[in-house]
T-cell receptor, first 116, second 113 residues
Framework: GEDVEQSLFLSVREGDSSVINCTYT??????LYWYKQEPGAGLQLLTY?????DMKQDQRLTVLLNKKDKHLSLRIADTQTGDSAIYFC????????????????FGTGTLLAVQP | DAGVTQSPTHLIKTRGQQVTLRCSPK?????VSWYQQALGQGPQFIFQ???????QRGNFPDRFSGHQFPNYSSELNVNALLLGDSALYLC????????????FGPGTRLLVL
């Protein structure tokens, strides 16, 4: 089945690195994503990684993928108070008639609190 | 370049009523997906529309229906509202040929009393 799990809460001090972890069950996942949601807002796509990669870096963000263990992590370097938000891990594959769609399966989100 | 837009931003309905939510995809996108996000949860996939047809459906009852128009915009309709339908409804758009990225709108917050 399809399931994505995340820890609920992470607290860090400003300037430290944050690492948010996620595990997923669907071995046919094609892409894995990190979305950010601020209070009362929609979802902002932060970054994503193709399933045949093991690392992707984008400015302060580093994504690590361990496909064998079905484990995904997001590292935020030099965490700022503006990074405080809920972070969602999501996976997608090809589903539906003839593998025609890419619905996203989300975790329950990790609340990142950055202390000044 | 306009992103994904949704209307209305907030809505209050009573049990048994019907509601229609609207979504305009990001410019150049042709595929629209709808998600329901209950309080404290991650978004759950409702369905996806491409070429004015529902392509796949998540685990939602037939009370949830949708439509896509020739200009790629979409509507989500929910009939016979239940208290449990209270949630943030998110629309996401993508380009069929570039399916790895979906961009979300700000959502419509529905409260059912």
């Amino acid at each position: 089945g399809e399931d994505v799990e995340q820890s609920l809460f992470l607290s860090v001090r400003e300037g430290d690195s944050s690492v948010i972890n996620c595990t997923y069950t669907d071995s046919s996942s094609t892409y894995l994503y990190w979305y950010k949601q601020e209070p009362g807002a929609g979802l902002q796509l932060l970054t994503y990684i193709f399933s045949n990669m093991d690392m992707k870096q984008d400015q302060r963000l580093t994504v690590l993928l361990n496909k064998k263990d079905k484990h995904l992590s997001l590292r935020i370097a030099d965490t700022q108070t503006g990074d405080s938000a809920i972070y969602f891990c999501a996976e997608s594959g090809l589903y539906g008639r003839g593998g025609a769609t890419n619905k996203l399966i989300f975790g329950t989100g990790t609340l990142l609190a950055v202390q000044p | 370049d306009a992103g994904v837009t949704q209307s209305p931003t907030h809505l209050i309905k009573t049990r048994g009523q019907q509601v229609t939510l609207r979504c305009s995809p990001k410019s150049g996108h042709d595929t629209v997906s709808w998600y329901q996000q209950a309080l404290g949860q991650g978004p759950q996939f409702i369905f996806q529309y491409y070429e004015e047809e529902e392509r796949q459906r998540g685990n939602f009852p037939d009370r949830f229906s949708g439509h896509q128009f020739p200009n790629y915009s979409s509507e989500l309709n929910v009939n016979a509202l239940l208290l449990g339908d209270s949630a943030l409804y998110l629309c996401a758009s993508s380009l069929r040929q570039v399916q790895e990225t979906q961009y979300f709108g700000p959502g419509t917050r529905l409260l059912v009393l």
